[in-house]
């Protein structure tokens, strides 16, 4: 019952719309009000005073409950500026129509057009009040016509009636004055909370935006260290595009440190490398003018004793001076004058060093902590690309010693061979091949043309070739065919050679191992004597051959005297 009741009373609420959730607020307490004092009072009549007849003021208070109920549901549905009109249609119809009826404009109900502003103004804002007013006048004006000119006849208005009437008017003018005053209060209250709500979001919004500045700044720093470690990568990779693109040492050291040179915008980059006896660091390349100056008079560190290069090759510590003219182990040089920092880093192959990286730079405070690490992994680059060229060196130094002993003992086989063989060479005239009697001259000869067939930088033979036209020339593809024949021949007779070889080393090692097992077979002296003899006969074809044993402590001249000997002649 009392949930019920409560609900009853309850004004409804619409989210998110706070003025018309408080107008209706306002609407539904004035439709009960009205509706409940209408309904009260027509039952106190009723109870005073049970045969009275039902007269205007009746009906008009039973519209009062009516149009309040009908309000209230008006109101509940969302319709609060309509019911707030009609409410106040109604309010301002019934005081007003209960003075004409009653004792006109001296009746107590016209005063309460005071309240019917109040509620005009609660309901529907400061020009309902406007308008109330006027008509409020004017119905004051047209009462008291109508009295003048007899329309309306009032009667004597009882004290006590009039003291009752009164204070229910002046009693519904206090309740909507407090409505009115309460609800100035709240909002003036609300608006202090709102203002201090703002002044809260405005510090926290000035808190927000002092941090968001100085992560803007942190943010800014971040990029641009970013940026810088960006630019020593991209050095990296042009320090190992440059390694893999060039092979000679030299040219090597000077694209290294012209590169990161360029890349990092430092003014001088030195590449230093150890000397044989592991006692002094030497300047190799540099990329300014300064460092082509100490190239040329030769500038060398003592390792471990003069600067900042001698520090690191000693120690394998890289070593940073963001002050040059703060710093003891900062040697200056007459031809780097713009040093103010300086950074130098070893060169490391394993546990090995063989140099030092040196940048310098012409602004102070120029390197980091973190430039040591990004520059140590271009340290390592720089000296992996040095062992690669001088790996690379090495190997083509070898390969060309390999070259021309290979070139030098092929000259000496191919001499010893051709000094055994009997054929030379064939001569083709378009009918048959024929025997080469005698060698042809080296010189070519102006009508033909000659191809050396070379192996491995010798020439072992030539192929000349001779038109029957004088005129015609021969074209590329012929040209090509014919030095491809001419490499086909070399390779072809390198494998005959190689083979002739081969088979003559077989066939010494079949005799000598026959000859071993035949030898080894015997166990007389005489047969040894004899059977060595024969098979040297026998393998050595048009030869005498001759074994005689001598004895150790005879001079030679007495040998031929000597009785144990065998031989053997063909």
């Known amino acids: 019952m009392f949930n019920r009741l409560r609900t009853f009373i309850k004004p409804p609420v619409f989210p998110g719309e706070e003025d018309k959730t408080r107008r209706a607020a306002y609407g539904h307490a004035i439709a009960l009000i009205f509706s409940g004092i209408a309904l009260v009072y ?16 009746d009906i008009v208070l039973f519209t009062f409950v009516i149009v309040g109920a009908a309000s209230r549901w008006l109101i509940r549905k969302g319709y609060v500026r309509f019911a707030s009109i009609l409410l106040l249609i109604l309010i301002w119809t019934g005081t007003n129509g209960i003075a004409a009826s009653g004792y006109g404009i001296r009746d107590t109900s016209f005063i309460i057009n005071f309240v019917v502003m109040l509620i005009a103004a609660l309901l529907l804002g400061w020009q309902a009040t406007i308008f109330t007013a006027a008509i409020s006048i004017v119905s ?6 109508a009295e003048t000119r007899g329309l309306i006849v009032p009667t004597d208005y009882p004290i006590l009636l009039f003291a009752q009437d009164i204070s229910v008017a002046l009693g519904l003018g206090a309740f909507f004055i407090y409505i009115l005053i309460t609800g100035l209060e709240n909002a003036i209250q609300q608006s202090r909370k709102n203002l201090k709500d703002l002044e809260a979001a405005n510090a926290n919004l000035h808190l927000t935006q002092t941090e968001l500045e100085a992560k803007t700044e942190e943010l800014t720093v971040s990029n641009a ?31 290294i440190a012209s590169a990161i040179s360029k890349q990092l915008d430092y003014y001088h980059v030195g590449i230093f490398l150890i000397d044989g006896q592991k006692q002094y660091a030497i300047l190799r390349s540099a990329s300014s003018e300064g460092g082509q100056r100490m190239l040329t008079g030769g500038h060398r560190l003592k390792i471990g004793e003069q600067g900042m290069v001698g520090y690191v090759t000693y120690s394998g510590n890289p070593r940073v001076v963001l002050d040059a003219g703060g710093d003891k182990m900062f040697i200056p040089h007459p031809d780097l004058p713009e040093t103010i920092s300086e950074i130098t880093l070893p060169l490391r192959l394993g546990r090995e060093i063989i140099g030092a990286l040196d940048m310098h730079s012409s602004k102070p405070a120029d390197f980091s902590q973190d430039d040591v690490e990004i520059f140590t992994i271009l340290a390592d680059q720089v000296a992996v690309a040095i062992q690669n060229a001088e790996s690379f060196e090495q190997s083509q130094r070898a390969l060309r010693e390999a070259e021309t002993a290979s070139s030098r003992l092929t000259g000496q086989s ?3 061979y051709l000094e055994k063989i009997r054929v030379r060479g064939y001569r083709y005239d378009g009918i048959r091949p ?17 191809v050396p067939v070379q192996l491995r930088g010798q020439t072992i033979g030539r192929l000349k070739l001779k038109t029957s036209d004088p005129a015609r020339k021969l074209t590329e593809d012929e040209q090509s065919i014919i030095e491809s024949t001419a490499e086909r021949v070399a390779l072809a007779l390198e ?3 190689l083979l002739d070889d081969a088979q003559k080393r077989a066939a010494r090692e079949t005799f000598l191992s026959e000859m071993g097992a035949k030898l080894g077979a015997s166990f007389q002296l005489d047969s040894i004597l004899r059977d060595t003899v024969e098979e040297l006969g026998h393998s050595l074809k048009d030869s005498t051959v001759t074994f005689q044993l001598v004895n150790p402590s005879l001079p030679p001249a007495l040998e031929e005297d000597n009785p144990m000997t065998g031989r053997n002649s063909e």
């Open 42 to 57: 027509e039952l106190y009549v009723r109870l005073a005073i049970p045969n009275q007849k039902i007269g205007p003021t």
């Open 495 to 497: 494998s005959a050679r």
């Open 434 to 450: 024929e025997l080469l009697k005698e060698t042809s001259k080296s010189t070519r000869e102006e009508d033909a043309l000659l």
């Open 140 to 145: 004051g004006f047209g009462l008291a016509y």
């Open 225 to 255: 260290e970013l940026q810088k470690r960006t630019e020593r990568l991209r050095a990296i990779a042009e320090v190992a595009r440059t390694a893999s693109s060039v092979q000679n040492l030299d040219a090597l050291l000077d694209q």
């Open 414 to 416: 191919w001499k010893g």
